[in-house]
């Protein structure tokens, strides 16, 4: 393989509120971010990704540059859709010529040479660069059909994911802690577990990773997954996707936190989706379920939609923030930057870089804002870097825009 792109389409691109400041495929679906996956199952690094206009400085560990507007992307290589959630048991091998799942293409490999104004705007389905004639290679895995697919598919995928992970790392003896039920437990060497933790293992394994802490009294449900240095403070953590370097403390379930970020204190979350760099304040609360057990409804650039999913909480853009005691309603959508505090219940929709403490928001000043998320970074010893600042501004002024 030459290489390897990763590319948003025209539906990627409507991903809110994490499509402002990422692409999809630096997105968490279940124990995993989607270019890992595909870098995986490719068996090479992603070479670029194709995006919005607005995420060309996007700059953050591991992850591809975006291709550039006069760039050529050379024959043999491999486009993959974002959307595209492939299995971690997968191959891409050398001889395909597009990869296929539900009817739909979700890789191709060109031809010929392409220049990327073709797939600049997102609106060109893979299957018009496929050959013609030749049917794709099925390909096991899971398109993102909406945003909310992140949340509704989690279980699922987090009790096939967990048992290929954890099946490829080095394991640690599990001393200390009660494990319940018969899945597999995976306890990654370098995880820590006190003393009166119980994993639960009757409804789906548990896999915690090298540099993760457990605190005693907290109770592990699985399918489960505890990402790298991660801190688990106490309480009852069920079905969920913690990634690297967060904090969690409370009771939370059916949720992802992408990483870096922190939920230091009590308070519910359920059925989230938690960007990068978000920090929910003491007490910080979400309605996952309305009181007539109907299907919930969720804010998109399209108007408010139905998800189909009874249990559906918040999606918090990255570097959300929230004050003591906000209560998130059922279906609540937090704008990228979003600063909003207050014990009164929040609208659906948050706009980025919201400040206040209900409607009308004020606007975050921008200067505010990059001071405040270089702050935070710095703790976690992590750098915004000039990339970082110029992305996040253009963020800022997109937002400004639209609204």
């Not at 702050?375 to 990339?387: E, F, G, N, W």
Request: neutral net charge; proline residues 4%; hydrophobic residues 40%.
């Amino acid at each position: 393989m030459k290489r390897l792109y990763l590319f948003d389409d025209a539906r990627a691109r409507q991903f809110e509120p994490f499509s402002l400041t990422r692409p999809v495929s630096e997105l968490r679906a279940g124990a995993e971010i989607i270019r890992k996956r595909w870098e995986n199952i490719a068996g090479t690094k992603a070479y670029g990704f194709i995006a919005a206009s607005h995420l060309a400085d996007f700059d953050e560990a591991g992850a591809p540059p975006a291709v550039a507007a006069e760039e050529t992307i050379p024959s043999g290589s491999v486009i993959a859709n974002s959307r595209f959630v492939p299995s971690l048991s997968g191959v891409i091998d050398d001889t395909s010529v597009s990869y296929g799942c539900d009817g739909a293409v979700c890789a191709v490999r060109i031809r010929q040479s392409i220049d990327m104004s073709a797939l600049a705007r997102g609106d060109i389905a893979l299957e018009q660069l496929a050959s013609e004639g030749l049917g794709p290679t099925p390909l096991a895995g899971r398109w993102l059909g909406e945003v909310w697919d992140l949340v509704g598919q989690l279980g699922e995928q987090l009790s096939e994911d967990i048992p290929v992970m954890g099946s490829s790392l080095s394991g640690g003896a599990i001393e200390k802690a009660t494990i319940l039920g018969n899945h597999k437990v995976y306890l990654e060497t370098g995880a820590s577990i006190e003393p009166f933790v119980i994993i639960d293992a009757s409804e789906g394994p548990v896999l915690i990773r090298r540099g993760a802490s457990v605190a005693a009294f907290t109770r592990i449900v699985g399918p489960c997954y505890i990402g790298e240095n991660t801190i688990i403070v106490g309480d009852a953590i069920r079905a969920c996707s913690i990634g690297d370097v967060c904090k969690v403390r409370g009771e939370i379930s059916g949720s992802i936190m992408l990483g870096h970020s922190n939920k230091g204190h009590t308070g519910f979350v359920g059925s989230s989706y938690i960007g990068r760099w978000v920090n929910l304040g003491a007490g910080t609360t979400t309605s996952n379920l309305k009181n007539t057990y109907g299907n919930v409804q969720l804010w998109t650039p399209a108007g408010l939609r139905d998800s189909g999913l009874q249990f559906l909480g918040s999606l918090m853009g990255d570097h959300a923030k929230t004050g003591i005691g906000t209560m998130l309603t059922t279906g609540c959508v937090v704008g990228t930057g979003a600063n909003v505090y207050g014990a009164t219940t929040t609208p659906k929709r948050i706009p980025p870089f919201a400040w206040g403490d209900g409607e009308p928001y004020d606007r975050y000043d921008l200067k505010k804002f990059l001071e405040v998320a270089e702050r935070m970074m710095k703790r976690r010893h992590v750098s915004l870097t000039d990339a970082s600042r110029r992305q996040l501004q253009a963020a800022y002024d997109m937002s400004r825009t639209a609204e």
